[in-house]
Nanobody, 123 residues
């Protein structure tokens, strides 16, 4: 129903930057928001950033001030600009569609995910 395709991952040194992109297509239904999650090696998947259809954003504390999520609704694309990367940011990054919750920062997850794109930050 929803197809997601991430791109832009790679190998970067500590302090470097990467820009991830996700192209979404299909029937979104009630999923009005989009987000980025990541899964570090040996850890569970965690939310990184989310953005509503109107452009309101939410970030996990560890990436605030370093990462910026944005979207181009005309292209059905969401981006994640990642600056001042650290080895703790190393993970497979996944794109997803979300439903906005009843208060700021609350999102309901979907079962739709992209294939993931690997981000590796070296020391």
């Amino acid at each position: 129903q929803v197809q997601l395709l991430e791109s832009g991952g790679g190998l970067v040194e500590t302090g470097g930057s990467l820009r991830l992109s996700c192209l979404a297509s299909g029937n979104f239904g009630n999923y009005d928001a989009m987000g980025w999650y990541r899964q570090p090696p040996g850890k569970q998947r965690e939310m990184v950033a989310a953005i509503t259809g109107g452009g309101a954003t939410n970030y996990r504390d560890s990436v605030k001030g370093r990462f910026t999520i944005s979207r181009d609704n005309t292209k059905n694309t969401v981006y994640l600009q990642m600056n001042r990367l650290t080895p703790e940011d190393t993970a497979v990054y996944y794109c997803t569609v979300l439903r906005t919750g009843p208060f700021i920062g609350k999102f309901y997850e979907s079962d739709y995910w992209g294939q993931g794109t690997q981000v590796t930050v070296s020391s």
